[in-house]
């Protein structure tokens, strides 16, 4: 399908998974929110991704198949985080943050359904025409 839509959806599916991924990472931090010396975590991927697609963008043949390797290619970076806990149990989950994390999150999955099946929609229109 990448030849006859580009990397468009490629991209949607490989976005959409790391904010799975990171969804099930806020998750676990609130889940352990009363558990002694939990450390949260948090997960990078727009940079590590923006940073392949570039990459792939300055060889000399940019193809679309480089930029397609690129994209498959990005692994999301999962953080500790390692600051001071206020509390005496050494957990340092701050449940303010992880909400407002929760939320923009999920804001930004029901986004990205939106454009891949806006893209799917288009696709599907554009094939009913041959």
């Known amino acids: 399908m990448m030849d006859l839509y580009g990397n468009g959806l490629l991209l ?3 976005t959409l998974d790391s904010l799975w991924m990171r969804q099930n990472l806020t998750m676990n931090n609130i889940a352990n929110v ?3 010396g939990f450390k949260s975590q948090y997960m990078t991927f727009e940079n590590e991704l923006a940073q392949k697609i570039r990459s792939a963008l300055t060889v000399k043949k ?5 930029v397609a390797r690129g ?11 390692l ?21 923009r999150t999920a804001y930004e999955y029901q986004f990205m359904i939106s454009s891949v099946s806006s ?10 025409n041959f």
């Open 12 to 14: 949607g599916e490989k």
């Open 34 to 36: 009363d558990t002694p």
């Open 62 to 66: 940019t193809s679309m198949k480089n």
């Open 71 to 81: 994209i498959e290619n990005m692994r999301p970076s999962v953080h500790t985080t």
């Open 83 to 103: 600051n001071e806990s206020t509390r005496l149990d050494e957990n340092n989950v701050d449940m303010d943050q992880e909400q407002v994390e929760l939320a």
């Open 119 to 128: 893209d799917l929609s288009r696709l599907r229109s554009a094939a009913k």
